[in-house]
Structures are given as structure tokens and as C-alpha cells.
């Protein structure tokens, strides 16, 4: 995963949003690259799906995703940081839903205090489909 700065610095610390996250979980050891931090893939995939929840509720059962709009690593994740996934409606279409994932990690040193920073924003598109995998409308809300 490419990162600008480390995870530690403290000028990038920051809180949680005041909400529910969507996705909440702990990279394990099989989720690492060779140099110890979270492979960028595992990342993008968690955020997929993170965003693919948010897009079924609205959607009211099957989607697909689309497209990657943009999708940006500020700061590396390290093992056991406690990964936490928030994802906002931003646009829809006729059958299409646009979806905002932010993405924060929270590091609990045992003998120090937790710490959070901002690590992956993403844009995904998500379609909502029929069950034979035709595109179908969104219901209203």
C-alpha cells in the first residue's frame, strides 16, 4: 500500500466520525505485504464491500459494482489497528449508486494511548440488478 506519511505522525491524528461505522475489522498477519503493512489490495477490497453495503440498503437487494471512481492511500495500516469503514450515499441515477468510503485506522499500543488517523477515501459506483443480473431500477426510497 503506498503511503505519504507514517501512521504515527501525530499531526495527522484525528477522531472517528459521529456515526455507526459501516464495516469495522482487524487486519490479521496473512493481510501483510513483505514489509509488514497491510497489502493495498486487501484494503480495496474491504472498502468494496464496506461500499456495497451501503449500496444494497439503498438499493434494496443486489448490486454490482461499476466503477472505481478514485481512490487515494494517506497513511499505511499496520496489524491489529483497528480498521474502520464509513461509507455516504453521494449520488444516484437511474440505476446507479455513488458511494463515499472513508476509511480510518486506529492503532491501541499496549502501553500507550490509541491513536487515530485517516488512511484510505475511496468513490465506488455501484448498479443495482435483477436477480439474472439484468440492471433494474431503484425503488424509492
Known amino acids: 500500500m503506498l503511503s505519504t506519511q507514517s501512521s504515527h505522525d501525530p499531526q495527522a491524528f484525528t477522531t472517528l466520525p459521529d456515526r ?3 464495516l469495522r475489522v482487524i ?3 496473512s493481510d501483510l505485504n513483505a514489509h ?3 497489502f ?3 484494503v480495496m477490497s ?3 464491500l464496506a461500499g456495497a453495503i451501503v449500496a444494497q440498503q439503498r438499493a434494496k437487494g443486489r448490486v454490482a459494482t461499476v466503477a472505481v471512481n478514485s481512490f487515494q492511500f494517506k497513511h499505511p495500516i499496520a496489524i491489529g489497528d483497528v480498521i474502520s469503514f464509513y461509507g455516504e450515499i453521494i ?4 440505476t446507479s449508486i455513488t458511494i463515499d468510503v472513508q476509511v480510518y485506522s486506529t492503532h491501541q499500543p499496549q502501553l500507550a494511548e490509541a491513536h487515530t488517523v485517516k488512511v484510505t477515501e475511496a468513490i ?3 448498479v443495482a440488478l435483477h436477480q439474472d ?3 433494474r431500477e431503484l425503488p424509492e426510497h
Request: net charge positive; glycine share 20%; no cysteine.
Open 20 to 22: 455507526q461505522p459501516v
Open 27 to 29: 487486519p490479521m498477519p
Open 36 to 38: 509488514g503493512d497491510v
Open 40 to 42: 493495498g489490495g486487501w
Open 46 to 48: 474491504q472498502v468494496d
Open 91 to 94: 449520488k444516484t441515477g437511474k
Open 124 to 126: 465506488l459506483t455501484y
Open 133 to 135: 443480473g439484468s440492471k
